[in-house]
Every structure is written in C-alpha cells, then in structure tokens.
T-cell receptor, first 114, second 115 residues
Framework: DGGITQSPKYLFRKEGQNVTLSCEQN?????MYWYRQDPGQGLRLIYY???????QKGDIAEGYSVSREKKESFPLTVTSAQKNPTAFYLC?????????????FGPGTRLTVT | AQSVTQLGSHVSVSEGALVLLRCNYS??????LFWYVQYPNQGLQLLLK??????LVKGINGFEAEFKKSETSFHLTKPSAHMSDAAEYFC?????????????FGKGTKLTVNP
C-alpha cells in the first residue's frame, strides 16, 4: 500500500540533544511538508520541499533543519536551539499543481523533551 | 496572506443530532478549501475538498460542506452525528506564493458526541 511512514511513533530526548524525525513516502509525490501541532494551535508549517535538493522555510523554521536528498525521504532535525520542542510532528506530501493542493499525511511522531 | 478562522474550539452534540462546524476564510484569489479529520494521536485524513466545481461538496462518512463566496464560508455539516464522529476537525485554505503551493490551517474544532 502507498503511504507515508513516520518513525518512531513516540520519541523521548533530553534537553540539549538534537533529534531527527523520519518521514518516508512511496506515493511518488514531489512535494513534502513538515508541520508542528500543539493543542489549540492547529498545524503550523515548519519546512517544505517542492523538489529534491530544494526546500523552503515555513512559518516556524527557527530551531529546525531538513534535507531532501531523495524524493522519498524528508527528515526533520529538531536542534537544541528549538526552545519548546515538545510537540506532535506531522509529515505530509502532495503532487504540486496536479491535485490542487491536497496533502496526504503520515501518522505523526510525538516528541517529548525533558 | 490567506487565513482560516474556525469558530468554536469545542463543539458538543448528542448522538443523532446535526453537526455544524464553522469555517471562514480570507483569500485574495479564488480558493481551494479542505476539511480534514484527526483522531487522537493520528495523522490527518481528508474529508472533502472544494475546487471550484459544485459549491456543495460531499465527502466521506456522510459529511458535506457548502462554499459560500458572499459569506467567505465553508461550513461542515452532517445531518446525524455518530459516536465515531468524535474527533478534531481542521479547515484549510490553499495558499500559493512564489510558485510554492501550501495549505493554511485553522486551529481546529474538537467535536464531542454524547450518547
């Protein structure tokens, strides 16, 4: 089955450590997105990538970094510079210009930093 | 920039009652509009989308939404609530800037269904 995989489901880290969240898709989609979700805040865009080897900052990119070396993969690193990293992180993908902005979401990773 | 306002962060209905979740958008160009549903600790699933065809859009699980340009609204409805409808619902509007396609999401409405 085609879809988006995020691993792990739950992740725990100590403050001051960098952590990388995985996102893999086999939908052959060109565009991929990372969102952060906090209670009552909706989804806020962290980074997005329309094609391989290219990505843009979203609304809350500070303290995060990404790479897009392969079409299928878009890992997100939460650095120690992110002041409040505990949140639910969602990855999504879409086909730019063809399915009218519709995005497909992964199951999410809940990150807890103590 | 495009924006979405969802009126009511929490809505509670009885099983079998009408569900009405409100969404108003702000867009400088004709928008594409979406409703997504999220069950606890899961990703988002598309319920329905408006893409400038019919103004009344039917989605999955008996939900539908009506695009009203004059009111800049895209409210989500279901005639009869079921216990399984309890979830959080997000409205989203398309945003195209500099060749990049994005979605702007509302803050969500959590639906509770009482037996």
């Amino acid at each position: 089955d085609g879809g988006i995989t995020q691993s792990p489901k739950y992740l725990f880290r100590k403050e001051g450590q960098n952590v990388t969240l995985s996102c893999e898709q086999n939908l052959n989609h060109d565009a991929m997105y990372w969102y952060r979700q906090d209670p009552g805040q909706g989804l806020r865009l962290i980074y997005y990538s329309q094609i391989v080897n290219d990505f843009q900052k979203g609304d809350i990119a500070e303290g995060y970094s990404v790479s897009r070396e392969k079409k299928e993969s878009f890992p997100l690193t939460v650095t120690s510079a992110q002041k409040n990293p505990t949140a639910f992180y969602l990855c999504a993908s879409s086909i730019p210009g063809r399915v009218l902005y519709e995005q497909y979401f992964g199951p999410g990773t809940r990150l807890t930093v103590t | 920039a495009q924006s979405v306002t969802q009126l009511g962060s929490h809505v509670s209905v009885s099983e079998g009652a009408l569900v009405l979740l409100r969404c108003n958008y702000s867009s400088s160009v004709p928008p594409y509009l979406f409703w997504y549903v999220q069950y606890p600790n899961q990703g988002l699933q598309l319920l329905l989308k408006y893409t400038s065809a019919a103004t009344l859009v039917k989605g999955i699980n008996g939900f539908e939404a009506e695009f009203k340009k004059s009111e800049t609204s895209f409210h989500l409805t279901k005639p009869s609530a079921h216990m399984s409808d309890a979830a959080e619902y997000f409205c989203a509007v398309s945003d195209r800037q500099g060749g990049s396609e994005k979605l702007v999401f509302g803050k969500g409405t959590k639906l509770t269904v009482n037996p």
